[in-house]
């Protein structure tokens, strides 16, 4: 199984800045693409950014040009620096993950547990 543990959530100011982290641990052969995705009360589960094994990155347009979403390979480790952010940023944070357990196994996706993101003065 592989297993996901956001960290890095809680309470900014709008304009202010947080940085989440996503690691994966467990049985882990490969991990492909990773991911963030949001949901705010009310509404669905929205993606907010997502990146390739190789760095290729895809950002919600809400988000562009104000988070930036990285990994460390080696770390099995994603991040999300969210800058100037806004009340609507508002939501809890989910970390995705597509990997595979061995080689005799499917790729599949994993969910973190998620992280509380507030931005309010």
């Known amino acids: 199984q592989v297993q996901l543990v956001e960290s890095g959530g809680g309470l900014v100011q709008p304009g202010g800045s947080l940085r989440l982290s996503c690691a994966a641990s467990?049985?882990?052969?490969?991990?492909?693409?990773m991911g963030w995705y949001r949901q705010a009360p009310g509404k669905q589960r929205e993606l907010v950014a997502t990146?390739?094994?190789?760095?290729?990155?895809n950002y919600a347009e809400a988000v562009k040009g104000r988070f930036t979403i990285s990994r460390d390979n080696a770390k099995n480790t994603a991040y999300l620096q969210m800058n100037s952010l806004k009340r609507e940023d508002t939501a809890v944070y989910y970390c995705?993950?597509?990997?595979?357990?061995?080689?005799?196994?499917?790729?599949?996706?994993?969910w973190g547990q998620g992280t509380q993101v507030t931005v309010s003065s």
């Open positions: 990146i390739t094994s190789d760095d290729n990155t």
């Open positions: 467990g049985s882990i052969f490969r991990i492909n693409t």
């Open positions: 995705n993950a597509n990997a595979r357990r061995s080689p005799w196994y499917s790729d599949a996706d994993y």
